[in-house]
């Protein structure tokens, strides 16, 4: 038996309570900022924090579509799209972070640095390749790309993959935590090549 | 009109006072006694209480800021106890660095094994402010206590074929829970030439802010080399070696191609995976800048001469 739920109920309840309690990991970061609680390297814990947020909502959002066949709520999928736009709020405030309080605005190293350091690359390519997913999140434009909309959206895939490089190539030895996100990516991935088999035999 | 005097038989056995609890509440006045005295001492420990409080001045010291005692012991790398910035602080606590002996072999004349006492009494302990580079790209400044490691190592009279000098750091799992993780190829081990050993700027370490070493520091006894990249100021010694051919260095090991032996500040040299041109100083707002990184961390006119003719790149 399933757990339905109007779409009155999604729209008034379900979704202001979800974006308040995802804008909640950036408010704590701001709140904490500015009452110098960030630690003793605010910058660093700025940096780690959106760019762990950013990682984890990707995988959320890779995990909606399995979740809602194996515990059947297919109304999960009405708040796929926040979840995904949360990602890329995350990634860009990762990215503000990283050209502001990292590099201070110093536009000529952030342009030597982004081709020149892989972990870097790979970063700088997942967000970019987030932001047509971010444009073209609408209705309108999910209208208007059609079968295309489902195309251009499997880059989620990649982008997630490149996420997690990015972690794994930023660490120094203690690979521990890039580690849970590359096993928890890999678990989504197989569960898609399996149902995809399922369905196509 | 009666006076109601109760006779003794009247009172209850179950209304007088235990002789243990009677007791009791004495232990308990004097332990609020002693707990009060111990508050006031606390409150006034800074001005007399510290184990060095007048360790002599040195000409070695630079005259910036000095970070706070909080920020130098709450964000340290130190993976014995943990690979996070704040887990050495949260878990070193329990470590007990005393008794600690120190072993020195290899090419030398007065081998043996020492305790940390008699080890550091011979030398004169002053302060040294130094300015850290983590190569991380982060850095401090901190007034360490301790002696000149030049002094230490001619007491025990390297022989002629002594070209390297090697530490290790302890290595106890029960101790050190870091270890029970093999992120690191344990035990930490550090070497210098032993001609950048012989240089009057690096200090044995014992202690900081003119107190013993806090747990999280390297205590009892580190390395500071302030012109190398923080991991080559190896902590909590337990041995001293004295070799011919140049030792293997645990991060370099680890990733050669990204920690080199000599690892000197240097911001002509970039990390292969991130620049060392700049370095954010730990204590300024995080809305300013990051700050311009030094040729040897700013101690080449007291070291560059010990790397004359050599290609940096090659021996980064």
């Known amino acids: 038996m399933s757990f339905a739920l109007s779409d009155k109920a999604i729209q008034w309840y379900i979704k202001p309570v979800l974006f308040s309690v995802c804008l909640l990991p950036f408010v704590f970061i701001v709140v904490q900022a500015f009452a110098g609680s960030l630690g003793t390297n605010p910058v660093e814990a700025m940096t780690h924090r959106t760019g762990d947020w950013a990682l984890r909502f990707l995988l959320i959002t890779l995990s909606i579509t399995p979740l809602r066949r194996i515990i059947n ?3 999960l999928i009405k708040i796929r799209r926040m979840l995904g736009l949360y990602a890329f709020f995350y990634a860009f405030m990762h990215f503000i972070t990283y050209i502001w309080f990292d590099q201070y605005f110093d536009w000529m190293e952030i342009l030597i640095d982004i081709p020149k350091r892989p972990f870097i690359t790979v970063g700088f390519a997942a967000f970019l390749l987030l932001i047509p997913l971010a444009v073209t999140s609408t209705n309108k434009m999910m209208r208007r790309l059609k079968k295309n909309w489902t195309k251009l959206h499997k880059l989620i895939y990649l982008i997630a993959a490149l996420g997690v490089l990015h972690f794994l190539w930023v660490v120094k030895a203690d690979t521990f935590e890039p580690l849970v996100y590359a096993i928890i990516l890999l678990v989504l991935f197989s569960y898609r090549a399996y149902s995809r088999r399922k369905s196509l035999a | 009109m009666a006076i109601l005097i109760r006779k003794p038989s009247d009172i209850r056995p179950s ?21 009060s005295m111990l508050l006031a001492v606390d409150a006034v420990m800074p001005v007399w209480a510290k184990q060095w409080p007048d360790a002599a001045k040195s000409k070695f010291s630079t005259n910036l800021k000095t970070n ?42 007065r081998k043996g094994t ?28 901190i007034p360490w206590v301790g002696f000149s490691l030049a002094d230490m190592l001619k007491t025990f009279e390297p022989t002629s074929k002594a070209k390297f000098v090697e530490f290790t750091t302890l290595y106890d ?31 044995m370490a014992v202690g900081l802010y003119g107190d013993i070493l806090p747990n999280q520091n390297g205590a009892p006894i580190r390395l500071v080399v302030p012109w190398k990249y923080g991991f080559k100021s190896i902590k909590s010694i337990v041995k001293i070696r004295f070799t011919e051919k140049q030792p293997k260095t645990t991060w370099n090991e680890s990733a050669p191609k990204e920690y080199g032996f000599y690892s000197n500040v240097n911001p002509n040299v970039d990390h292969p995976r991130w620049s060392q041109k700049k370095e954010r100083r730990i204590g300024e707002p995080f809305w300013k800048p990051k700050i311009d990184t030094l040729m040897y961390n700013g101690y080449a006119d007291q070291v560059a001469q010990l790397y004359q003719g050599m290609d940096l790149r090659k021996y980064f």
Not at chain 2, 15 to 35: C, G, N, W
Request: some cysteine; overall charge neutral; charged content about 25%.
């Open chain 2, 15 to 35: 209304e007088i006072t235990p002789q243990s609890i009677y007791l009791d509440r004495r232990k308990f006045m004097r332990h609020t006694v002693a707990a």
């Open chain 2, 173 to 203: 799992k029960s101790r050190m829970p870091g270890q029970q993780r093999r992120v690191l190829n344990w035990p930490y081990v550090e070497a210098l030439r032993i001609d950048e050993a012989m240089n009057p700027l690096p200090v």
């Open chain 2, 68 to 109: 706070t005692l909080a920020e130098i012991t709450s964000y340290n790398n130190f993976y014995e106890f943990g690979t996070g910035k704040e887990d050495p602080a949260k878990n070193a606590g329990a470590f007990n660095p005393r008794p600690w002996s120190i072993t020195v072999e290899g090419e030398c004349t």
């Open chain 1, 73 to 75: 709520l297919p109304w």
């Open chain 2, 114 to 141: 020492f305790n940390l006492e008699d080890f550091i009494k011979p030398y004169a302990l002053e302060e040294r402010i130094y300015r850290l580079r983590c190569v991380e790209g982060w850095s401090m400044v």
